[in-house]
């Protein structure tokens, strides 16, 4: 069964930068997609950002695009996926969660707010306050 383990988390000055890590060890054959949610107070969980084992393909969501990137990296038995984030705003607070899926497509992460991802880790604050 694939765990899943965040970190980078922080409190970062408006216009900052943060790395987060997600660190996926287990059968990698138990997920296609894997990826990045966030929940902020008083708002629903969104999909920020995920990416196709099988094909690299990627979903940003609107309100992160140009300003964060994923990368999946292969580690021994693990794989290990970052999400940069630039330019950091006000509104990126939140917990942001890594997840996984058997499922390949990343309709996922798009779209139900995070319903149809199997696996969930147990999320990292990221805090972009002045």
């Known amino acids: 069964q694939v765990q899943l383990v965040e970190s980078g988390g922080g409190v970062v000055q408006p216009g900052g930068s943060l790395r987060l890590s997600c660190t996926a060890s287990?059968?990698?054959?138990?997920?296609?997609?894997i990826g990045w949610f966030r929940k902020a107070p008083g708002k629903e969980r969104e999909g920020v950002s995920c990416?196709?084992?099988?094909?690299?393909?990627?979903?940003?969501a609107r309100s992160v695009r140009g300003r964060f990137t994923i990368s999946v990296h292969n580690d021994k038995d693990k794989k290990i996926v970052y999400l940069q984030m630039n330019g950091l705003k006000r509104e990126d607070t939140g917990t942001y969660y890594c997840?996984?899926?058997?499922?390949?497509?990343?309709?996922?992460?798009?779209?139900?707010?995070?319903?149809?991802?199997?696996?969930w880790g147990k999320g990292i604050q990221v805090t972009v306050s002045s």
């Open positions: 997840a996984t899926t058997r499922f390949r497509t990343l309709h996922y992460c798009e779209a139900f707010a995070g319903h149809g991802m199997d696996t």
């Open positions: 287990g059968p990698d054959s138990d997920y296609y997609v």
């Open positions: 990416q196709s084992t099988e094909d690299d393909s990627t979903y940003y």
